[in-house]
């Protein structure tokens, strides 16, 4: 069952099982937020277990680009395309959520991002390989982020 994300209340459906499950929903409704501003975008997020293909796709990327692999339960993605930008997100039960921007015809700008919700830790598989920047959010709280950038074709 798919969740149109409300960016102007913050809820944690879909997100209940999370120890830092209202810094996450804060965090997936500052990312629709964005969207409907920018591109007029409705952010829809489905259960990750009816999301299995969504999943393989940003975890082969991890997996070849950095030879990352999460522990954390992943709960919800999103895939989509607007303009000539695919994003896809997943949002772990750690409070981890990972996105992945891929400009279908520009190689040169493709990157995989990280956010970090406030109340958690930075995930064992990303200690000392990523700097962290923070940003602070009405939603969210203080969001620290880092990405990099996809090199291959996916």
């Given at each position: 069952?798919?969740?149109?994300?409300?960016?102007?209340?913050?809820?944690?459906?879909?997100?209940?099982?999370?120890?830092?499950?209202?810094?996450?929903?804060?965090?997936?409704?500052?990312?629709?937020?964005?969207?409907?501003?920018k591109y007029k975008h409705k952010f829809t997020v489905v259960p990750a277990s009816a999301s299995k293909k969504t999943l393989a796709?940003?975890?082969?990327?991890?997996?070849?680009?950095?030879?990352?692999?999460?522990?954390?339960k992943p709960l919800e993605t999103s895939s989509f395309q607007v303009e000539n930008i695919r994003w896809t997100y997943v949002f772990?039960?750690?409070?981890?959520?990972?996105?992945?921007?891929?400009?279908?015809?520009?190689?040169?700008?493709?990157?995989?991002?990280?956010?970090?919700?406030?109340?958690?830790?930075?995930?064992?598989?990303?200690?000392?390989?990523?700097?962290?920047?923070?940003?602070?959010?009405?939603?969210?709280?203080?969001?620290?982020?880092?990405?990099?950038?996809?090199?291959?074709?996916?």
């Amino acid at each position: 069952m798919s969740y149109i994300v409300d960016f102007k209340n913050v809820s944690t459906v879909g997100l209940e099982s999370s120890p830092v499950a209202k810094a996450l929903a804060g965090l997936r409704t500052n990312e629709a937020r964005y969207f409907d501003n920018k591109y007029k975008h409705k952010f829809t997020v489905v259960p990750a277990s009816a999301s299995k293909k969504t999943l393989a796709y940003v975890n082969r990327i991890l997996k070849k680009e950095r030879d990352i692999e999460f522990a954390a339960k992943p709960l919800e993605t999103s895939s989509f395309q607007v303009e000539n930008i695919r994003w896809t997100y997943v949002f772990y039960e750690d409070g981890l959520a990972v996105n992945v921007l891929y400009t279908i015809d520009n190689p040169k700008k493709r990157a995989v991002g990280f956010k970090l919700s406030e109340g958690m830790e930075v995930p064992k598989e990303l200690e000392g390989k990523f700097k962290f920047a923070k940003m602070r959010s009405k939603l969210a709280g203080t969001i620290r982020g880092s990405f990099f950038v996809i090199k291959g074709e996916y």
